[in-house]
């Protein structure tokens, strides 16, 4: 190791300035457009003098893999985050989503959460730690991959079928953790242990198509309201699975809405409903409602083209989101009995994109230093694991039995509703203690 401390202010001003040029590249899937943010980091690494290899499954879906060899042969770590972002609705922000800009000791912009700011971290612990002159055991993977935001078949899956062997390791650090809580008490963060699976789903309507001033009674815009209003409505049993007891029982200790043991009979689906609606923090009522049953959200719709046209067919989309021991098949059944049972009529349920729950253990060295690092750098923290509603490209290692887990430092939960939603920002302060945790985790643990 080379003897001289990291200036952080330096390291700071570096990455704020790094962040707000990654946001300014429009990565927006679709269409993506992802090579021109791998290209981005592949300059910056230049700079450093490290080589890396850019992958394009298809002309403009760029993808990103370079390494820190270490004095071994295998692989140890991937630090992993995808470059796409989801679109904007541009009028609905207070600043221009890709603008990057940096106010109040925020830096904003699409992806300043979901997950630019991440890659930014691992991009400056990795260049970090090679600055430093630190000699790894085992070689450290980064990787920014395409088309996450879209079911990831042109990012992580085209690369797990092509370069299988680049993407190999026994870790990965990856997106989907990070957002705590603050309760006085403690500062909880969140690490990803566990993400619920995906299942999209398109329902078609067929009708009698017409005049819309002869109106008829089988209007399939009709039946698609209903069966939207119904899905909307639905409310899915609450399963205690094991992601969702270590993720209550984990806040249970540390909350402060209420007794330990009250708070923990979220864990009895027949209390459940009404501990949920005692909880002050909205946020929280929803990340643990989603922790806690199988989701139904209608998200798009296609009906009719012209206002005096009665259309023939319809069609709505739904984004499922299941617990592990669900199915997509299951999810496909219960859409259908709910809308038999609002008499919705001629509809048909096609599945468009599905991912299965995946999990790893925390019972592991590199969950621990996670805990203990945090630690020092804040000594209000509490690690916690947790399960995403969302998916992540975590999936597709822990199906081949690599170990992921999602840590990204974002100490508020409001965070979580910017992430798809509008005004996305992140505080500098967490994204500088984002690039010192894993800084001094990896140099711990790849040692
Ligand atoms: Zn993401």
Redesign the pocket.
């Known amino acids: 190791m080379s003897a001289h401390a990291i200036e952080w202010n330096a390291v700071e001003k570096e990455a704020v300035e790094l962040l707000s040029r990654y946001i300014q590249i429009n990565t927006i899937n679709p269409p993506g457009n992802e090579i021109e943010g791998a290209r981005f980091l592949q300059k910056v690494l230049a700079t450093e003098g490290i080589p890396c290899e850019v992958f394009e499954s298809e002309k403009g879906r760029g993808s990103l893999i370079t390494q820190f060899s270490g004095s071994g042969s295998i692989p140890e770590i991937i630090l992993l ?2 470059i796409d ?1 989801v679109p904007v609705e541009e009028d609905k922000w207070e600043h221009p989503p890709l603008s990057g800009v940096v106010l109040n000791g925020e830096i904003w912009g699409r992806g300043a959460l ?2 630019k700011s991440l890659g930014i971290m691992q991009l400056m612990a990795f260049v970090l730690l090679k600055r430093q002159g630190f000699s790894p055991e085992q070689h450290i993977v980064l990787a920014a991959t395409a088309d ?2 879209a079911g990831s078949v042109k990012g992580a899956e085209w690369l797990m079928q092509h370069v299988p062997e680049k993407l190999n390791a026994r870790w990965v650090i990856n ?2 953790g990070g957002l705590g809580l603050k309760t006085g008490q403690s500062n909880l963060h969140f690490c990803q242990v566990a993400e619920k699976g995906v299942c999209w789903v398109r329902i078609t309507f067929q009708g009698k198509p017409g005049h819309g001033s002869l109106p008829h009674g089988r209007n399939c815009v009709v039946e698609m309201a209903k069966a939207i209003e119904a899905l909307a409505e639905h409310r899915s049993p609450f399963v205690i699975t094991e992601p969702a007891e270590q993720f209550i029982s984990g806040i249970a200790r540390e909350q402060g809405y209420m007794p330990a043991a009250e708070f923990r009979e979220l864990l009895d689906p027949a209390q459940a409903e009404a501990v949920l609606a005692a909880i002050p923090e909205p946020v929280l009522q929803l990340v643990l409602n989603a922790c806690l049953r199988n989701t139904f959200t209608p998200t798009v719709t296609k009906a009719g083209s012209k206002t005096n046209v009665i259309p023939g067919e319809c069609f709505c989309e739904i984004d499922c989101r299941m617990l592990p021991g669900t199915t997509p098949e299951d999810m496909v059944m219960t859409i259908e009995q709910v809308l038999r049972a609002k008499g919705c009529r001629n509809f048909s349920i096609e599945i468009l994109h599905s991912s299965i729950p995946t999990a790893s253990a925390t019972s592991t060295p590199l969950y621990r230093l996670f805990e203990s690092t945090l630690k020092k750098h804040d000594p209000k923290a509490q690690l916690i694991p947790y399960m995403s509603s ?1 998916a ?1 490209d975590s999936r597709f290692f822990r199906e081949r039995g690599i170990v992921a887990y999602g840590m990204q430092m974002e100490s508020s939960l409001t965070s979580m509703e910017r ?1 798809h939603g509008h005004n996305e920002r992140i505080a500098i302060e967490n994204l500088v203690l984002g690039i010192q945790v894993l800084y001094d985790t990896l140099q711990e643990f790849c040692k």
């Open positions: 985050h995808h972002v979901d997950c996450e935001e997106e989907g969302g992540t992430m």
